[in-house]
T-cell receptor, first 115, second 112 residues
Framework: KAGVTQTPRYLIKTRGQQVTLSCSPISGHRSVSWYQQTPGQGLQFLFEYFSETQRNKGNFPGRFSGRQFSNSRSEMNVSTLELGDSALYLC??????????????FGPGTRLTVT | SQQGEEDPQALSIQEGENATMNCSYKTSINNLQWYRQNSGRGLVHLILIRSNEREKHSGRLRVTLDTSKKSSSLLITASRAADTASYFCATVPMDSSYKLIFGSGTRLLVRP
């Protein structure tokens, strides 16, 4: 089985721009979660989607949004980028149908640099 | 903000020695998981322990969970240079499923 893929792997944007990151889960997985990793704040949960519905959301401003498509692929969007948005954005997938969160399979991440 | 704190923040040991990492968390949990991350790449799931379990083994890994103290430990026995990585505990809160709350991580260096 192919693993979780994320595109692009690296991205450089300017303050004020917006960005869209993409995640393709493992085949058969219907849950996709997004995390932000920074040296200062560590790993923080952004949101989780299952069958195109957001089931949980972290404490991030409304500039951070996401969606999931019928094929379980997911995108996250960050609008009006700030320098503090520079981070490694990780996507994780799982079956998601067990009523809770168990083993997550992570992608390699997208490294976003905001200048 | 992170729920969990891990200690030590960094650990350097000789190949063949055992490595122990500790994790503390704040709220009631459904389960606790440990992940490994190599050099800022994606995380790899190592082991999961449910809130009603006290100890679990997987190969060279041993995890304990003490829900009364809200703490867990990860023991890696007979460490290898390839174990060099950052290790994170992650909890699934009882009142908020479908997310992982990560600890601050322990950077492990295994010297050949």
């Amino acid at each position: 089985k192919a693993g979780v893929t994320q595109t692009p792997r690296y991205l450089i944007k300017t303050r004020g721009q917006q960005v869209t990151l993409s995640c393709s889960p493992i085949s058969g997985h219907r849950s996709v979660s997004w995390y932000q990793q920074t040296p200062g704040q560590g790993l923080q949960f952004l949101f989780e989607y299952f069958s195109e519905t957001q089931r949980n959301k972290g404490n991030f401003p409304g500039r951070f949004s996401g969606r999931q498509f019928s094929n379980s692929r997911s995108e996250m969007n960050v609008s009006t980028l700030e320098l503090g948005d520079s981070a490694l954005y990780l996507c994780a997938s799982s079956r998601g149908d067990s009523g809770n969160t168990y083993e997550q399979y992570f992608g390699p991440g997208t490294r976003l640099t905001v200048t | 903000s992170q729920q969990g704190e891990e200690d030590p923040q960094a650990l350097s040991i000789q190949e063949g020695e055992n490595a122990t990492m500790n994790c503390s968390y704040k709220t009631s949990i459904n389960n606790l998981q440990w992940y490994r991350q190599n050099s800022g790449r994606g995380l790899v799931h190592l082991i999961l322990i449910r809130s009603n379990e006290r100890e679990k083994h997987s190969g060279r890994l041993r995890v304990t969970l003490d829900t009364s103290k809200k703490s867990s430990s990860l023991l890696i026995t007979a460490s290898r240079a390839a174990d060099t990585a950052s290790y994170f505990c992650a909890t699934v809160p009882m009142d908020s499923s479908y997310k992982l709350i990560f600890g601050s991580g322990t950077r492990l260096l295994v010297r050949p």
